[in-house]
């Protein structure tokens, strides 16, 4: 039998690839997304189990997670890709937003991680992977919920890897930087740039594939990375490390 994994955030883009990467390297493989029609959909293209949810509600983790083992049997690795993006100047951002940013972009992942430790304890194995954000750990003007959130889900990750590590579960971070995707032509749009303008930021020149995140992801769920752990790998073009210095 091969291995189950859950990917939250699944019916498009990052989520969507990394689900689509796993099953070609042999994995079985749930999606889990709010947007249900978009699910149903990305489901039908891949031929997988559909389990819509809100992750960031409490009885509807649980509930998912039984489904999923009920379905495909004991869950190898989860994949916490789910993310919301919101912008805004702190003057006037508004409490609502900051809420719901930190319940998908955090708290969803506090809860998966749970419901998926709670299970890979007694088993004493288990892949755990957090899909954070460059966000988390550079700083963005007018993104200040956003870039806390991910940057919560970052120590979240470290804390939780040394935690779990006496259990044998592994637990990493994967920082994407700019990424093709719907999510960077809504960030494009609420930050007035273009997509060019957005290439000039990153010296390897192109924005980042959905398969690159997905590829590096394969990699720490594969035998080759059993000892890896704790680790906040950033895939970005070395966008994170440039800071051009310009001429007034």
């Given at each position: 039998m091969?291995?189950?994994?859950?990917?939250?955030?699944a019916a498009r883009g990052i989520g969507y690839a990394i689900a689509e990467t796993l099953l070609r390297s042999g994995y079985?493989?749930?999606?889990?997304?709010?947007?249900?029609?978009a699910l149903a959909q990305a489901a039908r293209a891949l031929n997988v189990a559909a389990l819509p949810a809100d992750v960031s509600k409490s009885t509807q983790v649980e509930a998912l997670f039984e489904r999923v083992e009920s379905q495909l049997g004991p869950l190898y690795a989860l994949i916490n890709n789910a993310g919301i993006f919101t912008s805004g100047p702190i003057e006037t951002f508004k409490e609502d937003d900051w809420?719901?940013?930190?319940?998908?972009?955090?708290?969803a992942v506090f809860l998966c991680s749970q419901a998926a430790a709670r299970r890979m304890i007694p088993r004493r194995a288990g892949r755990i992977i957090v899909v954070s954000s460059i966000a988390g750990h550079i700083v963005r003007t007018n993104q200040i919920?956003?870039?806390?959130?991910?940057?919560?889900?970052?120590?979240f990750a470290r804390?939780?890897?040394?935690?779990?590590?006496?259990?044998?579960?592994t637990v990493n971070c994967v920082c994407p930087g700019m990424t093709a995707s719907d999510m960077l032509r809504q960030t494009a749009a609420a930050r007035g740039l273009s997509i060019d303008d957005y290439l000039t930021m990153i010296p390897a020149a192109r924005l980042a594939a959905?398969?690159?995140?997905a590829e590096t992801i394969a990699w720490l769920l594969s035998e080759q990375a059993r000892h890896?752990?704790?680790?906040?790998?950033?895939v970005d073009g070395?966008?994170?490390?440039?800071?051009?210095?310009t001429r007034s």
């Open positions: 091969s291995k189950a994994v859950l990917v939250t955030g079985t493989v749930a999606l889990t997304d709010i947007d249900e029609p809420d719901r940013t930190f319940a998908v972009d955090a708290k919920a956003y870039c806390a959130a991910k940057a919560a889900g970052i120590h804390c939780l890897a040394v935690e779990l590590a006496p259990h044998q579960i959905p398969e690159d995140h890896v752990t704790g680790q906040v790998i950033t070395a966008q994170s490390l440039f800071h051009p210095v």
